[in-house]
């Protein structure tokens, strides 16, 4: 865990990493994400083509397992006396191996910024997501977020 007792204490953090739990991708997840985002390729929802194709099963979509980052890193982070937390951007987004339906993942997470702004104390992490029993994980992205404070 990153723990800060203020968002300015996170400057003296940079290099501290925290890992996450281990969450399972359903199928019924990954059917869910299709139609909510009208993407319904034959490699995420219909899982006897898939068994044959190239996976040898359906996948997640990319954009589920990057949307899945801030739950996974939920708990990774905690930082006292911020009234909130605003996603303000994502950087260096790159998939980089399939994640197979019922595989379970998690976040790798290392603190590499915290800026102090007249808005708050921006915090860059890098976050890498891994798939149990896989050497490649399946993404790697920098999540920005602000933590803002009321006088």
Known sequence: MIRASRPEGLTELIGSTAI???????????????????????IHVDVERASTGPFGTTIA???????????LIRDLIDVQNADAVVN???????????????????????LV???ETDRGVRARLKNTVEIDGSERPALVAETIHLFVSTP
Do not use: K, M, N
């Open 20 to 42: 996450g739990d281990w969450v399972t991708v359903s199928q019924e997840r990954i059917d869910a994400f299709a139609e909510v985002t009208e993407d319904h390729q034959w």
């Open 61 to 71: 979509h990319g954009l589920l397992t990057l949307s899945l980052v801030p739950g």
């Open 88 to 110: 303000y951007g994502v950087d260096g987004v790159r998939f980089l191996a399939p994640v197979p339906s019922g595989a379970r993942i998690r976040a790798r997470t290392e």
């Open 113 to 115: 910024e915290a800026v």
